[in-house]
């Protein structure tokens, strides 16, 4: 069975710090996402990583950054929070190979 | 501008009756769609997928088809149950990523 874990379930940080969202899987999975989940958006790519040190922009980018070091662990950075980024982050692995996407439980950040 | 498009924000169905949630998309190139399943505070989890090479994929009481001249594709749930009750989001592969519309809210009532 698939495990994508996130470091946080929930998380309340203030407007202007540096905030971290870590996300690891453990199956080997090359390519790895960063959506975020707002009401009446649906779900919107912000960053992928489709192998190990190598990252792309999604169609959200704007304000975020990742960190992907190890095949594993898929890290995203919110460099100055701001409350607009107040939202449910979800994380999400897959084998190079097929489409189906797993993610994990997701991380509600409040940013005040 | 939103390529895959779910324009029932909900739909309520009673147990037992055959739940009808659609999903029409813009991009002519998407080849392969997913449904995912979502319930309140948790992850999306895989549902069900079909290639643009079928009209048809079933998986249990799940089953989706595709009308590619109508870019129009919709998931089937017969008999719904209670459970079934969550957010459904429709997907389509884009590149290395999915390209997901806004969801549909699904109520089962008993």
């Known amino acids: 069975d698939v495990k994508v874990t996130q470091s946080s379930r929930y998380l309340v940080k203030r407007t202007g710090e540096k905030v971290f969202l870590e996300c690891v899987q453990d199956?080997?999975?090359?390519?790895m996402f960063w959506y975020r989940q707002d009401p009446g958006l649906g779900l919107r790519l912000i960053y992928f990583?489709?192998?190990?040190?190598?990252?792309e922009k999604g169609d959200i980018p704007e304000g975020y950054s990742v960190s992907r070091e190890k095949k594993e662990r898929f890290s995203l950075i919110l460099e100055s929070a701001s409350t607009n980024q107040t939202s449910m982050y979800l994380c999400?692995?897959?084998?190079?190979?097929?489409?189906?996407?797993?993610f994990g439980p997701g991380t509600r950040l409040t940013v005040t | 501008d939103q390529q895959v498009k779910q324009n029932s924000p909900s739909l309520s169905v009673q147990e037992g009756r055959i739940s009808i949630l659609n999903c029409d998309y813009t991009?002519?190139?998407?080849?392969?769609f997913l449904w995912y399943k979502k319930y309140p505070a948790e992850g999306p989890t895989f549902l069900i997928s079909?290639?643009?090479?079928?009209d048809k994929n079933e998986d249990g009481r799940f089953t989706v088809f595709l009308n590619k001249s109508a870019k129009h594709l919709s998931l089937h749930i017969v008999p719904s149950q209670p459970g079934d009750s969550a957010v459904y989001f429709c997907a389509a592969v884009s590149g290395y990523a999915l390209n997901f519309g806004k969801g549909t809210s699904l109520l089962v009532t008993p």
């Open positions: 990583s489709y192998d190990v040190k190598m990252k």
């Open positions: 199956m080997d999975h090359e390519n």
């Open positions: 079909i290639s643009s090479i079928k």
């Open positions: 999400a692995s897959r084998l190079r190979q097929y489409y189906e996407q797993y």
């Open positions: 991009n002519s190139m998407f080849d392969y």
